[in-house]
């Protein structure tokens, strides 16, 4: 089976900087991915990891531990527009597998 | 590139009838197409795989005799909720993979908001 840990809510301040953590157990791994999701959208591409190490990707870095079974995102240079939820989503071995999401509110 | 429409963004139908939903790839050709629910604050649940011209494959919980999926073109496949009730109510997104610069990669539709009386 697959299980995805990422925390429920985060809050930081404009400017900032905010690091969402995603631990997984899965069946398979094939990749990781990050996603942003604004409320009533669609989820939109952010980052891919399949090998161990940081992506780095404007204000916006994803990680991968392969053997710790971690990744974490993190957001620099936070900006309002940035409140958002940010999934956590691993491909094992034929399907994609969604954590539940963290919620980043921005403040002023 | 790799843009996946939905149609219709909005439904609200009472409860007993049917409801189907359309999901294409605009620039690109998809073998696999996939279905998922999400409920307020939960996370993308995948309901089932849709592969061109064959049989969709469902999710363990998933009936597949109320939710019918079409796979007729590598460019549309649909989602048909039939008779509907208010606990379907969801937003229903689909995703179409293909292989760009190497990798398999979902890309998302904007969604279907299925609100049922």
């Known amino acids: 089976g697959q299980n995805i840990d990422q925390p429920t809510e985060m809050t930081a301040t404009e400017g900032a900087i905010v690091q969402i953590n995603c631990t997984y157990q899965?069946?398979?791994?094939?990749?990781l991915f990050w996603y942003q999701q604004h409320a009533g959208e669609a989820p939109t591409f952010l980052s891919y990891?399949?090998?161990?190490g940081l992506e780095e990707k404007g204000r916006f870095s994803s990680f991968l531990s392969r053997s710790k079974g971690y990744s974490y995102l993190l957001l620099k240079e936070l900006q309002m527009k940035d409140s958002a939820s940010y999934l956590c989503?691993?491909?094992?071995?034929?399907?994609?597998?969604f954590g539940a999401g963290t919620t980043v509110t921005v403040r002023a | 590139g790799a843009v996946v429409s939905q149609h219709p963004s909005r439904v609200i139908c009472k409860s007993g009838t049917s409801v189907k939903i359309e999901c294409r790839s605009l620039?690109?050709?998809?073998?696999?197409m996939f279905w998922y629910r999400q409920f307020p604050k939960q996370s993308l649940m995948l309901m089932a795989t849709?592969?061109?011209?064959?049989?969709?494959?469902?999710e363990q919980g998933v009936e597949k005799d109320k939710f019918l999926i079409n796979h007729a073109s590598l460019t549309l496949s649909t989602l048909t909720v039939t008779s509907a009730h208010p606990e379907d109510s969801s937003f229903y997104i689909c995703?179409?993979?293909?292989?760009?610069?190497?990798?398999?990669?979902?890309?998302f539709g904007p969604g279907t908001r299925l609100t049922v009386l």
């Open positions: 995703s179409a993979e293909t292989n760009l610069a190497g990798g398999d990669e979902q890309f």
């Open positions: 620039d690109f050709q998809a073998t696999t």
């Open positions: 849709s592969n061109e011209g064959s049989k969709a494959t469902y």
């Open positions: 899965t069946s398979g791994f094939n990749g």
């Open positions: 990891n399949v090998l161990d």
């Open positions: 989503a691993v491909r094992g071995d034929y399907k994609l597998s």
